[in-house]
């Protein structure tokens, strides 16, 4: 199809996702046509080196080959089949060994080991919330209606979902449709709202919100987080000991632990879990993005068998759980999850992590000395660059000059791909990538950084 037709087509049609479109009909957009390992090539023959994994998605590289195998084999026995009264192969493959990996890698509580399927990690948040809800309706427990979740948090965009998010310009205007909430501070040491820095934020924010669970604790349904890492509301990565900290404050006052992993799951922290790092099992996680590899949509809602226990009654007890997708275990993405979970053992993935982690590290520590950088945040291959006005204050550029995003937007002409937050940097590439090529694209960001901030 001709570049200038599909351009056409584009504006005419498409809304695109967190985009101010009346900029994006002046733009001329950039078509993806094809991938291979971290790359993806456009509809003019340029190839850029992915730095954000595909809007964080894609782990094992584009166009894998086992993956690629796995969905046609699929495919030629079945696209989709409900689990609404029936099963399929795949997922109950699936769910299986997406149990013995949870139970491996977090073994420190209640094992994890009932699988719900969805759709994305909205819908799995979406999911882990009306469970945790209903959980204490069936246990006769009244009185409970409000979620705690994080300042800069960030877990999707159905209502329920946005109602725990703590990005403002994300959520903001939708406050008048939310289920309650209570935020509680985020341990974002760098502009911490307590006026502290690391160690103290973290301990701080810990005692922050312990108050609102000894206040709380009779209404508060459970406890909604990013662990270790905030993603979308900056690269926020948590000092060490708030997530165990955390964990010990929802078992004292009883309370239920939502881990949403649907960003740093499947190694993004160094570890398959970002829970791992600090030896915590939560009562709830969810997963998505990474799961297939960027394949399809699919995400899973993981509880222990505790909470699953309490849905358990005669028909007329109502104790069911009356929610499900049309394409609740999809056959294909099952496919391409298992063939994933597959490409780690093969590959021995993780144990190859901590060269390029440490890569990363070196060259951040470089950047993190330019003149307009305030502060760089990393965990395992996750990476955020928070561009500044001035440095020693940490006063940040108006929101109108988007420097960010010219950041960004430079690096295309070096064949890198990136998307910002605001005015944070994003680095995420997939965990196939090179000590080659991360070190290319850590250098073009910082080549581009110099350039339009000087």
Same mark, same amino acid.
């Given at each position: 199809?001709e570049?200038?037709?599909?351009?056409?087509?584009?504006?005419?049609?498409?809304?695109?996702?967190?985009t101010?479109?009346?900029?994006?009909l002046?733009?001329?957009?950039t078509?993806?046509?094809?991938?291979?390992?971290?790359?993806?090539?456009?509809?003019?023959?340029?190839?850029?080196?992915?730095?954000? =994994?595909?809007l964080?998605?894609?782990?094992?590289?584009?166009?894998?080959?086992e993956?690629?195998?796995?969905?046609?084999?699929?495919?030629?026995?079945?696209?989709?089949?409900?689990?609404?009264?029936?099963?399929?192969?795949?997922?109950?493959?699936?769910?299986?060994?997406?149990?013995?990996?949870?139970?491996?890698?977090l073994?420190w509580?209640?094992?994890?080991?009932k699988?719900?399927?969805?759709?994305?990690?909205?819908?799995a948040?979406?999911?882990a919330?009306?469970i945790?809800?209903?959980y204490w309706?069936?246990?006769?427990?009244?009185?409970k209606?409000?979620?705690?979740?994080?300042?800069?948090?960030?877990?999707?965009?159905?209502?329920?979902?946005?109602?725990?998010?703590?990005?403002?310009?994300?959520?903001?205007?939708?406050?008048?449709?939310?289920?309650?909430?209570?935020?509680a $501070?985020?341990?974002?040491?760098?502009?911490?709202?307590?006026?502290?820095?690391?160690?103290?934020c973290?301990?701080?924010?810990?005692?922050?919100?312990?108050?609102?669970?000894?206040?709380?604790?009779?209404?508060?349904?459970?406890?909604?987080?990013? $662990?270790?890492?905030?993603?979308?509301?900056?690269?926020?990565?948590?000092?060490e000991?708030?997530?165990?900290?955390?964990?010990?404050?929802?078992?004292?006052?009883?309370?239920?632990?939502?881990?949403?992993?649907?960003?740093?799951g499947?190694?993004?922290?160094?570890?398959?879990?970002a829970?791992?790092?600090?030896?915590?099992?939560?009562?709830?996680?969810?997963?998505?993005?990474?799961?297939?590899?960027?394949y399809?949509?699919?995400?899973?809602?993981?509880?222990?068998?505790?909470?699953?226990?309490?849905?358990l009654g005669?028909?007329e007890?109502?104790?069911t759980?009356?929610?499900g997708?049309?394409?609740?275990?999809?056959?294909?993405?099952?496919?391409?999850?298992?063939?994933?979970l597959?490409?780690?053992?093969?590959?021995?993935?993780?144990?190859?992590?901590?060269?390029k982690?440490?890569?990363?590290?070196?060259?951040?520590?470089?950047?993190?000395?330019?003149k307009?950088v305030?502060?760089?945040?990393?965990?395992?291959?996750?990476?955020?660059?928070?561009?500044?006005?001035?440095?020693?204050?940490?006063? $940040?550029?108006?929101?109108?000059?988007?420097?960010?995003?010219?950041?960004?937007?430079?690096?295309?002409?070096?064949?890198?791909?990136l998307?910002?937050?605001?005015?944070?940097?994003?680095?995420? $590439?997939?965990?196939?990538i =090179?000590?080659?090529?991360?070190e290319?694209?850590?250098?073009?960001?910082?080549?581009?950084?110099?350039?339009?901030?000087?």
């Amino acid at each position: 199809m001709e570049r200038e037709k599909l351009v056409e087509w584009d504006k005419k049609y498409i809304w695109h996702p967190f985009t101010q479109m009346k900029e994006w009909l002046k733009e001329e957009p950039t078509i993806f046509v094809e991938g291979r390992d971290c790359f993806l090539k456009d509809t003019e023959g340029n190839w850029y080196l992915d730095g954000v =994994s595909s809007l964080w998605v894609n782990i094992h590289g584009h166009r894998r080959a086992e993956i690629d195998e796995a969905v046609k084999l699929q495919l030629e026995k079945l696209a989709h089949s409900t689990l609404l009264g029936a099963c399929n192969e795949p997922s109950i493959i699936l769910a299986k060994e997406l149990a013995e990996l949870l139970i491996e890698k977090l073994p420190w509580g209640e094992h994890l080991t009932k699988i719900f399927y969805s759709d994305n990690g909205s819908t799995a948040v979406e999911i882990a919330m009306k469970i945790a809800y209903q959980y204490w309706v069936n246990k006769g427990i009244n009185g409970k209606d409000t979620f705690v979740s994080l300042k800069e948090g960030y877990h999707g965009d159905t209502i329920g979902a946005v109602s725990v998010g703590g990005v403002e310009l994300f959520h903001e205007v939708y406050k008048p449709l939310l289920n309650k909430s209570i935020q509680a $501070p985020a341990p974002y040491c760098y502009r911490c709202e307590l006026n502290l820095k690391y160690p103290s934020c973290g301990i701080a924010c810990l005692g922050e919100m312990e108050k609102i669970l000894k206040e709380n604790h009779e209404r508060i349904i459970a406890v909604v987080v990013e $662990p270790l890492v905030q993603c979308a509301g900056g690269i926020i990565v948590w000092p060490e000991g708030y997530l165990k900290g955390l964990r010990k404050l929802c078992n004292k006052y009883n309370l239920i632990f939502i881990a949403d992993e649907v960003a740093t799951g499947f190694g993004r922290t160094g570890k398959m879990f970002a829970c791992e790092h600090e030896q915590v099992t939560p009562d709830i996680i969810c997963l998505s993005k990474g799961l297939t590899n960027g394949y399809l949509p699919l995400a899973v809602t993981v509880v222990n068998e505790r909470i699953f226990n309490a849905f358990l009654g005669e028909i007329e007890e109502r104790k069911t759980f009356y929610h499900g997708h049309s394409y609740t275990g999809n056959p294909l993405g099952c496919a391409a999850a298992i063939a994933s979970l597959e490409v780690f053992k093969k590959d021995d993935t993780l144990r190859k992590l901590p060269a390029k982690i440490n890569l990363m590290a070196e060259i951040f520590r470089e950047i993190s000395q330019l003149k307009h950088v305030g502060d760089v945040r990393q965990k395992g291959m996750i990476g955020g660059i928070e561009i500044v006005e001035n440095k020693k204050t940490g006063q $940040p550029f108006p929101y109108s000059m988007q420097m960010g995003w010219k950041v960004v937007k430079a690096a295309r002409k070096y064949g890198v791909w990136l998307r910002p937050l605001g005015d944070v940097i994003v680095v995420m $590439p997939p965990l196939v990538i =090179s000590e080659e090529n991360l070190e290319r694209l850590l250098t073009v960001i910082k080549r581009c950084i110099i350039e339009i901030t000087s």
